[in-house]
């Protein structure tokens, strides 16, 4: 029987999931678990899933449940997640979910600092609101010094 690897997913150097269509119904999985977010990575070498009279719509309602997690960590991130218009009546192409498994999301600087932001608390971030404007100031002080200084 010839065996097709679908996709390896790479999470980190220690966790990489291995999908392998056995057959028409057979999977095989090798991935790593987690019971907590301290806990050690376990490594599982070989789950089978049989999905002997397994239908198509029960596999679709499967697969719909995987891209709504995926999506909703799309949704919980945005900053416009409480307009439940904009999340309301739309369509979700699954050929891009799918082309994008195991990809890491590439953020913005700005993205990145307002989460960052978000974690802190308000003492915490008034000094670095402070350190800031601090830095500022100093950059745009070293600027005009050596705008005048170029002019002389």
Do not use: C, Y
């Not at 980190?12 to 806990?39: F, N």
């Not at 439940?84 to 979910?97: E, F, L, M, P, Q």
């Not at 670095?128 to 005048?148: C, P, S």
Request: glycine fraction near 2%; aromatic fraction near 2%; hydrophobic fraction near 40%.
């Amino acid at each position: 029987m010839k065996v097709k690897i679908m996709k390896t997913l790479s999470g980190s150097d220690l966790s990489v999931q291995t999908i392998k269509v056995m057959s028409d119904t057979l999977v095989e999985l090798s991935h790593t678990v987690r019971t907590s977010r301290d806990a050690p990575r376990v490594q599982i070498d070989s789950w089978k899933l049989d999905f002997e009279n397994v239908s198509l719509a029960e596999i679709l309602e499967l697969a719909s449940r995987t891209v709504k997690i995926i999506k909703q960590r799309d949704w919980t991130k945005a900053p416009d997640r409480n307009n439940a218009k904009k999340w309301d009546n739309i369509t979700i192409s699954v050929r891009a979910v799918v082309d994008n498994m195991g990809k890491r999301a590439v953020v913005d600087s700005v993205t990145a600092a307002e989460r960052a932001l978000d974690k802190l608390s308000p003492d915490q971030l008034e000094a670095q609101l402070v350190k800031m404007i601090a830095a500022k100031a100093e950059r745009a002080k070293k600027e005009n010094e050596e705008l005048i200084e170029a002019k002389k």
